[in-house]
């Protein structure tokens, strides 16, 4: 059974910097992709970050140089490093596993405030 499991979220203040991580578990395959997807109440699921299983790097515009995505590929996990957060980046955060024909996975989701 495949399970994706996020963890790192909190409140911080503006300008401050949090780490979230998501693990893979039940996969056999070294090919998929993973990454970040952010939802408010207001808004729609939108992209933060997503790295295929070639290393290859796709960023959303309102986060660019200020996340970075990594992995360790032997854990089955995925970093988001986040830096720089404004208020405007409060948001529940999702991990997504992408596995193309074999399924497409989604995390519990966790909550990232940034409030002073």
């Known amino acids: 059974q495949v399970q994706v499991v996020e963890s790192g979220g909190g409140l911080v203040q503006p300008g401050g910097s949090l780490r979230l991580s998501c693990t893979a578990s039940g996969i056999f395959s070294s090919i998929y992709n993973m990454g970040w997807f952010r939802q408010t109440p207001e808004k729609q699921r939108e992209l933060v970050a997503k790295?295929?299983?070639?290393?290859?790097?796709t960023y959303g515009d309102a986060v660019k140089g200020r996340f970075r995505i990594s992995r360790d590929k032997t854990r089955k996990t995925v970093y988001l490093q986040m830096n720089g957060l404004k208020r405007e980046d409060t948001a529940a955060y999702y991990c997504?596993?992408?596995?193309?024909?074999?399924?497409?996975?989604w995390g519990q989701g966790t909550q990232v405030t940034v409030s002073s």
């Open positions: 790295i295929r299983s070639d290393g290859e790097t």
């Open positions: 997504n596993l992408d596995q193309g024909t074999r399924g497409n996975f």
